[in-house]
């Protein structure tokens, strides 16, 4: 895909700044900024010229730096100028306006990335892992994303797809010579190829979901009953006063928020009004809205006052009408501990899943580490190599493949080999689903809309 016009956008933000950066891209995009330059002498490739920005009338409305990139040799692959200027975002807007009357069209969101990716500058993870680099909530998140941009995960979609593109010519083959004697299809190179086709897929997908986690952020929900410390373990874990404390009980009802990172993970935890039977339907309202958040958590920090059974917590779960949390996002936390020395971390069985259940006191800061290191584990992080960035898309995809893979693998077992065949052509087009290769337009617009502007 060629494309034929030149489009304009602001690529830094759109706020006052020392210097803000106008990108322009497509053929003649060089002549377009030129017609609004007041010197007309060339611009030299990758050279930075000092250059005075003005408007029909010929007044000054800027000076600044052009930088000129012709194709390929751009972010785009296609011929690219920047003017620097100063970061007005009064003038930038203006200077915008003149570049579209000298024939540049705005950007639609994400199209730079767009027109890199059909000129094949990089793939759609790549394209991908821009986007979310710049809108990483973490530091971890943003070392992720350069991982993906470097093409790193990539590579192991494209080493999986290698495998795979082996194993279908071992196939291909046992189909062709399948009047002979010799058994192809259960030959230990096929199966050496499946065993290595599960175990690459299998280790991607342990890796995206990190990746994702760290991609999308995670939602923690503080829950409890009234007075035990919820309010106080929000403000321990983020280091201030950001709710409400206060031994009077029901004194939370709106739910307060807080973006936090915890263990390189961007999080936003949510304080929740304490489950009670109250009169009051403001605090209903409150206790309502605590139940839906919890039910919709990615982790549930069910907070309990140290003195508390843990037989009678378990009951008090499992009572709220409607309410199920599910056990492999709970942690269970003893809080107040600085009243009862006498406590070591457990674990309770709910629905065969084992809850870890943590100490802390939200006063004294005691047991916060090990809580945050559990939170991290129950979130999907695993110590070891920074994952690389990855979307739902990403996991998604995998794990179709993976059925598909699991269908080849009974296949393969039963001799039935076209079937076979056919579930890794689609297990094929699955992963090239992720690189890009294979995706209907649409699709591709849908991803590439989700970016800012400029980008
Ligand atoms: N001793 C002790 N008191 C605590 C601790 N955490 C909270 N409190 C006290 O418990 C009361 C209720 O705290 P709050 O955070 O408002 O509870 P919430 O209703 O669950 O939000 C307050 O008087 C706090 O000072 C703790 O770790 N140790
Ligand atoms: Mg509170």
């Known amino acids: 895909m060629i494309a034929q016009d030149v489009i304009v956008a602001q690529a830094s933000g759109n706020a006052a700044a020392g210097v803000a950066v106008l990108r322009l891209s497509g053929p003649g995009c060089l002549a377009v900024l030129l017609s609004c330059l007041r010197e007309k002498s060339a611009i030299p490739a990758r050279q930075a010229c000092l250059r005075h920005f003005v408007d029909r009338q010929g007044e000054l409305l800027d000076q600044g730096i052009v930088l000129y990139f012709p194709a390929p040799h751009s972010f785009t692959g296609e011929d690219v100028v920047e003017f620097q200027g100063h970061g007005s975002p009064v003038m930038m807007a203006r200077l915008v306006q003149e570049l579209q009357a000298a024939g540049a069209r705005l950007a ?27 809108a990483a909530g973490s530091e971890q998140a943003a070392r992720s994303a350069m991982k993906s941009l470097q093409g790193e995960f990539s590579q192991r979609v494209h080493r999986i797809v290698d495998t795979l593109t082996e194993l279908r010519v071992d196939i291909e083959a046992a189909i062709d010579f399948s009047d002979q004697d010799i058994d192809f299809l259960h030959s230990d190179q096929v199966k050496a190829r499946m065993t290595q086709l599960h175990t690459q897929l299998s280790e991607t997908l342990v890796q995206a979901r990190q990746g994702q986690v760290l991609q999308q952020g995670a939602s923690i929900v503080i829950a409890g009953h009234p007075n035990v410390g919820k309010s106080s373990l929000l403000n321990a874990l983020a280091g201030d006063e950001v709710a409400i404390v ?62 508390a059974e843990l037989a ?23 809080n107040k501990i600085d009243t009862c020395p006498h406590w070591q971390d457990s674990q309770l069985w709910i629905e065969s899943h084992p809850c870890p259940v943590v100490g802390i006191s939200a006063t004294t800061g005691q047991g916060l580490q090990g809580l945050r290191q559990t939170l991290a584990s129950i979130l999907g992080k695993t110590p070891g190599e920074l994952p690389f960035l990855a979307r739902q898309r990403h996991v998604q995809a995998l794990q179709e493949a993976a059925t598909h893979l699991q269908a080849a693998q009974e296949q393969w077992r039963a001799g039935m080999v076209d079937l076979l065949a056919e579930d890794l052509r689609l297990m094929q087009k699955t992963l090239g689903s992720i690189t890009g290769e294979v995706l209907a337009d649409e699709l591709l617009g849908h991803i590439f809309s989700s970016f800012c502007i400029g980008k």
């Open 108 to 134: 639609r969101p994400g199209e730079f990335s767009e027109r890199a990716f059909h000129q094949g500058k990089m793939d759609l993870t790549q394209a991908e892992a821009i986007a979310d680099l710049i």
């Open 312 to 334: 009678d917590i378990v009951a008090d779960l499992q009572l709220r009408s409607g309410f199920k949390p599910k056990a492999q996002r709970l942690l269970l936390v003893r």
């Open 246 to 307: 206060s031994d009077r009980a029901g004194t939370t009802r709106d739910i307060v928020r807080q973006h936090l990172v915890i263990e390189g993970i961007p999080v936003e935890v949510l304080d929740t009004a304490g489950w009670r039977d109250s009169d009051d339907p403001i605090e209903q309202e409150g206790i309502r809205r605590a139940l839906r958040a919890a039910e919709r958590a990615d982790a549930l920090l069910y907070l309990f006052d140290s003195d």
